[in-house]
């Protein structure tokens, strides 16, 4: 009997539930549980915070007085590396979700994003200060290199024995007196943050006996640039077509123009990777990782010139294609932390089918490059009023007493009408009743 037989929900899955948007959260969950994404159980339990209680809460952070929540969604239309893939955003701004899967479909026509990670490396950093002369201390760190590693390693049992370990020293001089030695380390699955912390105070008296310095911090980087993911992905030029756009060459020339802004320009480059970090961040959130540290890391990244760039790059292909490249490091961690002790973080990594660090850096990228693409192209043609509209007319539906599948109905009146006032919404919701009362 196959693998597949045993375990119903490793069958085939696809990641396009079309309709989706128009359910209700409950219809969705059972959307979900009926295409075999999650056990029943687990789509009960997404309905609540299950099994996130104080308790939890206060083990995870100090001066605890409740809890926070988040909405959690799901950006659909996702394949990455081949693979069907659901990819859960917790997230408090509307549009992006709808944005990234809407990109997702679009990238999807030619076969979907195509992830490929460098090895996690983590890196540290020990500030030697007070060094006398720091070239001689720079070479007689660098030949005692070879057994400083494996001394380092010593210090990594368990770590090494998964495969990671201290792969790389380095040392750098940073001004007449000071010199930082990194310690480059694979830490799997793992963000590493803590153990190379203390492998970093381990190892620091060493540093500081070969260099006739003082020690200083010592500390990992957020500056992960060896820890890099890239994501590609190609829109035929005919997909880009849409209502009002039919000219899918022009709609894609238009994007490259928006790419040539953010290039030009630093001011245009920070809101672009602003809506890159819309999509990593909302899967980091979901997944119970440090974004704070993704944040700092590509914004770094994106500056490495001495000029602030965009962190993605936007080209034609030879066929006419729209070909998108994120390149960014992207520090995650699937075991630790709030993986471990937060019951909605795991149901989120189960969702997403996340593997291990690299395929959870992969996905949150797949969804930056998504969310790029899909402000782009709403920037560069209609404008990002007219999606943000729909989002707040749902709104107003709602608020107006629209509940399940009438919010869209309501919505996309008002929508229509470019009138957004509840009274109106009540009027569109009384006529919808009547037609239905006549109906039945
Ligand atoms: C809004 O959250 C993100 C955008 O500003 C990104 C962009 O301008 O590219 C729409």
Known sequence: ????????????????????????????????VESRWLSAEEAEACASLAGFDEACADSMVE??????????????????????????????????IAAASYAARLCAEHGGFEVTADEPITTAQVQLLDVRSPAEAEAALRA?????????????????????GVRELEVRVLDATTLVVHL????????????????????????????????????????????????????????????????????????????????????RAVTHNKGVMN???????????????????????????????????????????????????????????????HPGVLRALKLAGVSGALD???LAAAAGLATNLAALKALSTEGIQKGHMALHARRVAAEAGAEGEWVAVVAEQLARERVYRPERAREILDEVRQRQGAVQ
Not at 305 to 334: I, Q
């Open 1 to 32: 009997m196959s693998d597949d037989k045993v375990h119903p929900l490793r069958l085939p899955r696809s990641s396009r539930l079309s309709g989706f948007y128009r359910q209700t959260p409950a219809q969705r969950r059972t959307r979900l």
């Open 63 to 96: 001066n605890v007085i409740g809890l926070h929540g988040l909405p959690l969604g799901l950006a659909l239309n996702f394949r990455v590396n081949g693979q069907e893939r659901l990819v859960p955003m917790a997230v408090e701004e509307p549009s992006i």
């Open 144 to 164: 005692r290199f070879p057994e400083l590693l494996v001394e380092a390693n010593s210090h990594l049992g368990p770590m090494c024995a998964r495969g990671g």
């Open 184 to 267: 480059h380390v694979d830490t799997r699955d793992a963000m590493g943050a803590n153990l190379v912390n203390g492998l970093a105070e381990k190892m620091a008296p060493r540093f500081v006996a070969l260099s006739g310095g003082r020690a200083g911090l010592k500390i990992l980087t957020n500056l992960a640039d060896r820890r890099k993911v890239y994501v590609r992905a190609s829109v035929p030029a005919d997909a880009l077509v849409s209502e009002g756009f039919a000219d899918g060459g022009a709609v894609r020339d238009a994007i490259l123009e928006a790419q040539r802004f953010a290039e030009l320009d630093p001011y």
């Open 279 to 341: 999509g990593v961040d909302g899967v980091l959130v979901a997944c119970g990782n440090d974004w704070r540290a993704v944040e700092a890391g590509a914004h770094a990244w994106a500056a490495r010139s001495g000029v602030y760039r965009p962190l993605t790059t936007w080209r034609a292909g030879e066929d006419g294609a729209l070909r998108g490249l994120l390149e960014m490091p992207l520090a995650t961690s699937t075991v630790g932390g709030a993986a471990r002790t």
């Open 360 to 362: 959870l850096a992969g």
